[in-house]
T-cell receptor, first 110, second 117 residues
Framework: SQQGEEDPQALSIQEGENATMNCSYKTSINNLQWYRQNSGRGLVHLILIRSNEREKHSGRLRVTLDTSKKSSSLLITASRAADTASYFCATDAVGNQFYFGTGTSLTVIP | KAGVTQTPRYLIKTRGQQVTLSCSPISGHRSVSWYQQTPGQGLQFLFEYFSETQRNKGNFPGRFSGRQFSNSRSEMNVSTLELGDSALYLC????????????????FGQGTRLTVV
């Protein structure tokens, strides 16, 4: 089964609103990364947060990590239509396998 | 600087055939990883190559194989294709081995969409 699970599976918001998506994982990790994928295309790396970090910012993105709850959240502020995409969390895990979550499909309505 | 290039972009094959997909990493990158993406299973790790050696492998049958050349270009082969092999195959390149768990960034190609009929 997947190491990471995103929640919600789908999210629809108005342009200008904030979007929050969550990721839960099962085992201890070294880091957690968030990626964006536009429809049927490659993944774009957004941000990496290490297991000893609790929060990280990059432009309109804010990522938090709670290792005690094995969860992370991605907040996109002041969303734009161009943010419409699927967002995945990815974690490394025991045995050095790298796992992606199931993804959150975000639609930003202009 | 050119990005990760995957060829072909689209492919249609018949059950039982074999297929070879190609990935050219970013110049200077020595690690290439392959992933399979399907609606039902999401993104799953296939394998990673570094300096022409397979360094890590996911839970896929032996029909899935790969190799890496001295110029870091990588190929992935799937033999005896099954309908369930229809997917988007993504490769990612990075400077370091097993980059994603060593806190370095991986750059993904646009993928090859394989359809098995």
């Amino acid at each position: 089964s997947q190491q990471g699970e995103e929640d919600p599976q789908a999210l629809s918001i108005q342009e200008g609103e904030n979007a929050t998506m969550n990721c839960s994982y099962k085992t201890s990790i070294n880091n957690l990364q968030w990626y964006r994928q536009n429809s049927g295309r490659g993944l774009v790396h957004l941000i990496l947060i290490r297991s000893n970090e609790r929060e990280k910012h990059s432009g309109r993105l804010r990522v938090t990590l709670d290792t005690s709850k094995k969860s992370s959240s991605l907040l996109i502020t002041a969303s734009r239509a161009a943010d419409t995409a699927s967002y995945f969390c990815a974690t490394d895990a025991v045995g050095n396998q790298f796992y992606f979550g199931t993804g959150t499909s975000l639609t930003v309505i202009p | 600087k050119a990005g990760v290039t995957q060829t072909p972009r689209y492919l249609i094959k018949t059950r039982g055939q074999q297929v070879t997909l190609s990935c050219s990493p970013i110049s200077g990158h020595r690690s290439v990883s392959w992933y399979q993406q399907t609606p039902g299973q999401g993104l799953q790790f296939l394998f990673e190559y570094f300096s022409e050696t397979q360094r890590n492998k996911g839970n896929f049958p032996g029909r899935f194989s790969g190799r890496q050349f001295s110029n870091s270009r990588s190929e992935m082969n799937v033999s005896t294709l099954e309908l369930g092999d229809s997917a988007l195959y993504l490769c990612a390149s990075s400077l370091a081995i097993a980059s994603l768990y060593q806190n370095t960034e991986a750059f993904f190609g646009q993928g090859t969409r394989l359809t098995v009929v």
